[in-house]
């Protein structure tokens, strides 16, 4: 393991949470706390901080592992040169950047704290900014709409770190995860089943005009709180526009991929439903535009979707950004019909 792929139990796709009351943990006082038993190796201290995600992946063995992997790549901490707190949804992540006796620059620690001040995600890594994309201009040359209707709650979108965790990855630079909202809420009931999350069975279009690139199906959506490393986008479809222009839509349901390869399809077609497959630890839509068809080697584009509605108000042209809640207006949906 290399220390840039330092990282320890969170989602890498999304890390998302149920709509909840504003955080009021003192997250600065208890990401100092953890790290300092993390440090310590007081593993037994630590664990009753972890919530039932994180329990479920992080044991005391996994945690030992873990810290002697730290130890012996970075050494030990010498000097901390900045601490702060950034507020994701209802969520407070704990960031320390430090330096270490074995390396030449700096470190970020950091602790994802649910509004009960339980652990949520935890990483130790170099500090992720965002990627230098040629591409920060771009205008996209194809008609898009939102790739669903109702109303979505955009968790990851912007072209910074702060709101997008996919904007340190080349071919993600711009992506967007998204989950329907209703009332404000993301889910009904405790979280532990897919169908408890609204955005679960929900119809996944195609953003503009295409043919289908790629098509998969079959994998199983996972049981919400794991995830499918083997496969990152789980069941998923890539439509190519033309133009160098191809659409990201992943974490399809299992068995609703209604497209294969070669189709042609149309703006507001169904290509299958929102699930919970692959790398991700809750049902919701990836999607992200790109000039190949390839998750990896490819350059991420910004995309600009048409005639949508971002917080009730109207938007021409535009990237919608995170905590925005998005749909299509009835009039475009009724043309898109």
Same mark, same amino acid.
């Given at each position: 393991m290399h220390v840039r792929d330092f990282l320890a139990a969170t989602a890498v796709c999304a890390v998302l949470a149920p709509h909840a009351p504003a955080a009021t943990v003192d997250a600065m006082a208890r990401g100092r706390e953890l790290?300092?038993?993390?440090?310590?190796?007081?593993?037994?201290?630590?664990?009753?901080?972890?919530?039932p995600q994180m329990a479920s992946v992080m044991k005391l063995e996994t945690l030992n592992t873990f810290r002697d992997q730290v130890e012996a790549q970075l050494g030990p901490e010498t000097e901390v040169q900045d601490e702060r707190v950034?507020?994701?949804?209802?969520?407070?992540?704990?960031s320390r950047l430090s330096m270490f006796e074995k390396q030449a620059r700096p470190i970020e620690t950091s602790? &994802? #704290? %649910?509004?009960? +001040? !339980?652990?949520?995600?935890?990483?130790?890594?170099?500090? *992720?900014?965002?990627?230098?994309?040629?591409?920060?201009?771009?205008?996209v040359k194809t008609a898009l709409r939102l790739p669903f209707e109702g109303e979505w709650r955009v968790f990851w979108g912007g072209r910074t770190i702060t709101q997008n965790q996919h904007a340190s990855i080349r071919a993600q630079r711009f992506a967007y995860d998204l989950?329907?909202?209703?009332?404000?809420? &993301? #889910? %009904?009931?405790? +979280? !532990?089943?897919?169908?408890?999350?609204?955005?679960?069975? *929900?119809?996944?279009?195609?953003?503009g005009a295409g043919k289908v690139a790629v098509a998969v199906d079959g994998l199983a959506d996972n049981v919400p709180g794991t995830m499918d490393k083997e496969h990152l986008a789980g069941n998923h479809v890539v439509v190519d526009h033309g133009n160098g222009e191809f659409s990201f839509l992943a974490h399809l349901k299992q068995g609703s991929v209604a497209v294969k390869v070669g189709d042609k399809v149309k703006a507001g077609q169904k290509l299958g439903l929102c699930g919970n497959s692959g790398n991700t630890d809750q049902p919701h839509l990836h999607y992200h535009l790109a000039n190949a068809?390839?998750?990896?080697?490819?350059?991420?584009?910004?995309?600009?979707?048409?005639?949508?509605?971002?917080?009730?108000?109207?938007?021409?042209?535009?990237?919608?950004?995170?905590?925005?809640?998005?749909?299509?207006?009835?009039?475009?949906?009724k043309a898109a019909r």
């Open positions: 790290t300092k038993l993390f440090y310590g190796r007081e593993f037994e201290q630590l664990m009753p901080h972890f919530g950034v507020v994701q949804d209802s969520f407070q992540v704990y602790w &994802t #704290l %649910s509004p009960s +001040g !339980k652990v949520a995600g935890f990483h130790v890594r170099p500090p *992720q900014g965002e990627y230098p994309s040629p591409f920060l201009d771009y205008k989950a329907r909202s209703q009332d404000g809420k &993301t #889910l %009904s009931g405790d +979280g !532990k089943k897919n169908e408890d999350y609204f955005a679960f069975g *929900q119809p996944i279009l195609s953003p068809a390839d998750l990896v080697n490819a350059d991420g584009l910004p995309a600009q979707f048409q005639n949508y509605v971002a917080d009730g108000k109207p938007i021409e042209l535009g990237e919608p950004v995170q905590g925005q809640l998005i749909g299509m207006p009835a009039a475009a949906l």
